[in-house]
């Protein structure tokens, strides 16, 4: 078998060791070993043929690796991202390795593609996966190419977002350019001046991410015309969203639909909550999502990479393209893709950049199956808790009862009890404190389940603040 290089850090979803084993040889780079869980960790021990973590990522208790982490918990990176290239090239000569992948989300998609071109690998590009990692970027390729956005503004100053506010009115979304997880992704609606609410995001990002996650650019932050949804147009059912994500792949600059994923209503203004698959989109709004996806992942020149699309929907079936990356989605959307319609992604990609392509990458859309896979989370907006206080959170009553008929919840992967959560302004999407797969014989079942746990859930928490005794809310 040929050998590969896995650099694993936090983010997205991480391939899996099993099927990569499977199919090569795996050497794994850790960067930052506070960013891979001690589950993770476990898997990379069983199936890996080797191993090297970042010694200056090492601490006098050792390498720490904790049983669950976000961009809020994991520890700044000890490299610059020109000496952590350096040490990918270092240790791709080291094993010999004939390809790159890598786990992560957004911190690694320019890194390895620098890497991966210096050592004559298959990648995403290094321009494009500078486009991808860039959404201003992004915007500017979307806008010379016509794919169908937002009209948009670079924030480089707090001029610039004064300027922005004249030219493009209200509503506007306040975005960094460099962020996943609807991190500091604010509504700008013009009840608030719009400089005091730059100052706190960028207060917050700053406080609660520790560094820029190995982005260099200029331009931190964009503004862009919000982009109005339009349910009634695509679903004829209230329980979904305004809005999908389609993963994909990139075979020598050619993109290949594989699956879109539906959503349920955001949580405050831009928290996701969770992702369904199959969809239940009809054939004509399908070819239109898609359609859409392949000038925007075609248009930024990406290469040899995995694609996870957002799109919104509008009126009159028209789409905006929120953003796209060149890796996989985040959360769990990649497993249940595998266990709905039976394709192993990490596979096809290691497949497509170690030989050029993959016999189980589909030739159209996958959007039949026997079952329905939903990934879902519990957040403490959920329920009424005052965002100026921190809890202590003690768990939530057992959610069967919430359970449409027929729906099962596959795993349940709360928080350690007694950990000491907050709401985060701005970061809302990391204030989760359960993660659920639920599995159903169709889509609407699992759409229904989700609605009656955020309507029904309880949550145990002790409010430290003023020492007060336990309560549910």
């Known amino acids: 078998m040929k050998n590969i290089l896995l650099v694993s850090d936090l983010g997205g979803f991480p391939p899996s060791l099993q099927s990569l084993s499977a199919v090569a040889n795996v050497f794994v780079y850790i960067p930052r070993p506070s960013a891979v869980t001690s589950h993770y960790m476990a898997s990379i021990n069983r199936y890996a043929s080797g191993v090297v973590k970042e010694g200056r990522g090492y601490t006098s208790g050792g390498f720490h690796h904790p049983d669950w982490v976000t961009y809020t918990g994991a520890e700044a990176y000890t490299l610059s991202e020109e000496e952590m ?16 992948i890598f786990g992560g989300a957004e911190n690694m998609v320019l890194s390895v593609a620098r890497a991966a071109e210096a050592m004559g690998f298959r990648s995403a590009g290094v321009d494009a996966a500078r486009r991808a990692r860039n959404k201003h970027t992004m915007r500017e390729m979307f806008r010379i190419v016509g794919v169908p956005s937002p009209e948009f503004r670079a924030i480089r100053s707090e001029g610039d977002m004064l300027a922005a506010v004249r030219e493009l009115g209200y509503p506007l979304v ?51 015309e919000y982009m109005e949804g339009c349910n009634t147009d695509w679903y004829d059912n209230p329980l979904y969203a305004d809005y999908v994500s389609v993963e994909g792949m990139m075979v020598n600059g050619k993109y290949h639909p594989v699956a879109i994923t539906d959503k349920t209503p955001m949580l405050s203004s831009f928290t996701e909550t969770s992702h369904i698959v199959p969809s239940v989109l009809d054939a004509e709004a399908q070819g239109i999502i898609v359609d859409a996806c392949r000038k925007a992942n075609e248009s930024l020149g990406l290469q040899y990479c995995p694609t996870h699309t957002e799109v919104k929907l509008m009126k009159n079936r028209q789409v905006g393209i929120i953003e796209t990356a060149a890796r996989f989605g985040g959360w769990n959307i990649i497993p249940q893709i595998n266990d709905v319609f039976g394709l192993d992604m990490t596979k096809v990609w290691a497949e497509i950049l170690m030989n050029g392509d993959s016999l189980g990458l589909p030739h159209t859309l996958l959007n039949q199956a026997d079952k329905s896979r939903c990934n879902m989370r519990i957040y403490l907006q959920d329920n009424p808790l005052d965002p100026s206080c921190t809890y202590r959170y003690k768990g939530y009553d057992k959610l069967d009862s919430l359970l449409s008929e027929g729906v099962s919840i596959r795993t349940e992967t709360e928080i350690p009890r007694d950990t000491v959560v907050s709401s985060i302004p701005h970061l809302d999407a990391m204030s989760f404190v359960s993660t659920l797969d639920l599995e159903g014989t169709n889509s609407q079942t699992l759409a229904q389940s989700v609605q009656n746990i955020r309507r029904g859930v309880r949550l145990r928490v002790t409010e430290l603040n003023t020492l007060k005794t336990e309560v549910n809310v």
């Open 85 to 100: 290239v350096g040490q990918m090239i270092h240790y791709a000569q080291l094993f010999k390795v004939e390809g790159m």
């Open 174 to 224: 306040l975005k960094p350019t460099y962020l996943a997880c609807s991190i500091g992704v604010t509504l700008l609606d013009g009840t608030r001046d719009p400089v005091e609410v730059f100052r706190e995001v960028q207060k917050d990002i700053l406080t609660n991410t520790r560094d820029s996650q190995l982005f260099n650019e200029e331009c931190m932050f964009l503004v862009e």
